[in-house]
């Protein structure tokens, strides 16, 4: 599930998107809980919600790239929706990588962009991206989508 776009708004200089408000993110929800835990129905409902999320984009081609818990909206229903496709690109098979995560080093070397470490939280990037790998597939944004469960399992506090 994503965020409905409700309205598209043009003016002759620019142009607005109007999505459904939601309350808070999966981040704050997180800091929120980190005494308590998230129960663990909570954490499978939000996986589950997500991976058919992740789904729905892959199967139209669709990376969302920027997954962290920031970007992840919940309501009070339990619901939990993807937010800023901000860096999401479509891609074909297999997918290039995009002039602003590489740079050519000195002596031929590739170089991540310094624009990319400002730009994107690095704790949830695959290691293909962080390594400059010329092509990479959806497994990254599922690679940063286990980081968000373990990092959802790991709230709860280690069990003794």
Known sequence: PSLRLLDVIHTENKLYLVFEFLHQDLKKFMDSSSLSGIALPLIKSYLFQLLQGLAFCHAHRVLHRDLKPQNLLINADGAIKL???GLARAFGVPVRTYTHEVGTGGAGGLTVSPRVWQVVTLWYRAP??????????????????GCIFAEMVGARGVPR
């Open 83 to 85: 937010a800023d496709f």
């Open 128 to 145: 293909e991206i962080l390594l400059g790998c010329k092509y990479y597939s959806t497994a990254v944004d599922i690679w940063s989508l």
